[in-house]
């Protein structure tokens, strides 16, 4: 994809039958812009990324945010970041597709040596 | 504040009667997420990043996206990426306060020696 260029994030969603979809939208060594796509059930089990934040900005949809111990309720409009080190993960538990925009940013300490 | 919870961004928003109103939302070494807020008719003029990646996520209002030599038309829903070192702005060209998620990725390359 040609940067700079204005799009609309939803055009790009990939939905899989079988498990959440993943698309890439843009990625350089400091960032990565993607999109986190569910059917209605599907989750993204809870995980963590030593030395990368990540900005969640939900687009469509409605589910929860899952973070070590709890859940937090979302909706499109909704943003979370989960800092470095912070496990997060994501459950559409409602009965329509949730689609969030992922966005990766990785520091020095998140680079090989 | 704090992290991760999840916010509504809108909320966060701050505008200024004089210039282009800014808000942070989470920074850290690696990520700067803040909220561009827009009067109708404000603008941020034209400006690069050494070494800092930028994505922008339109959240309410519509306007143009300033890239060097052209103006793109862009609305809520709509996003761009500026790679380290391309010239970009925003223009809020409607009747409406026009809200723009504001994220910068800055790697190695944006730290100092």
């Known amino acids: 994809m040609d940067h700079p260029c204005a799009i609309r994030p939803a055009e790009h969603a990939v939905y899989r039958p079988d498990k959440m979809g993943k698309s890439t939208l843009f990625e350089s060594p400091r960032l990565l812009v993607g999109l986190n796509c569910f059917e209605p059930g599907q989750e993204h089990a809870l995980h963590a990324h030593a030395g990368l ?28 970041v989960a800092p470095a080190g912070v496990p997060h993960g994501i459950r559409n538990t409602g009965t329509t597709r949730l689609l969030v925009l992922a966005v990766l940013a990785q520091g020095p300490s998140a680079l090989p040596d």
Do not use: C, H, S, W
């Open 53 to 80: 934040d990540k900005l969640y900005q939900v687009l469509e949809g409605q589910g929860e945010f899952l973070l070590a111990g709890r859940a937090i309720p979302m909706a499109a409009g909704v943003m979370l």
